[in-house]
């Protein structure tokens, strides 16, 4: 059987969301998800383990300075599982913010992290668990649009906008406008 994940959710040191996917309908509303996360909040927030169950809800957690990282599952679900993933994630934000895990890095880089969790978690399928290989991948993605990106930035403004002209007017020509 697959592991599965309900959510991902990443909170900053007042309880507040910075990001959260969930993956189910155990909290179908924004509400009820702001509401559990307020309370699994204040359970978590000085607690010395990196596991609980609340509501049913098996939780693995991880802080940093500023950030509360949580991967949740159901109450059978494979704890060692949800750590790995968990600890997948923080490597690869680590790497991504150079080892500087902090809330205000972070908010510079949404769409890294964002990346990440996309990249192992699909629909509450765990993709990858390994932040090595996860790492990797990312690297090739970014390598691949910054190749792109220097290769339009060698062409001149004036180049770009002739060649989007000159395919807006194939455009309208085949399309009888």
Known sequence: MQPTVKSFVLLDNDGSRILAKYYDETFPTVQEQRAFEKKLFSKTQRANSEIVL????????????????????????????????????????????RKNVEKRALMDNMDGLMMIVDETIDQGIMLECEADALSQRLAFRSGAAEELMAAGAEQSVAQIVKSVGFSFRNLASKTGY
């Open 54 to 97: 609340l509501d049913g809800i098996t939780v693995v957690y991880r802080s940093n300075v500023d950030l509360y990282f949580y991967v949740m599952g159901s109450e059978t679900e494979n704890e060692l599982a949800l750590h790995n993933l968990l600890s997948c994630i923080y490597e690869s934000v680590s790497r991504l913010l």
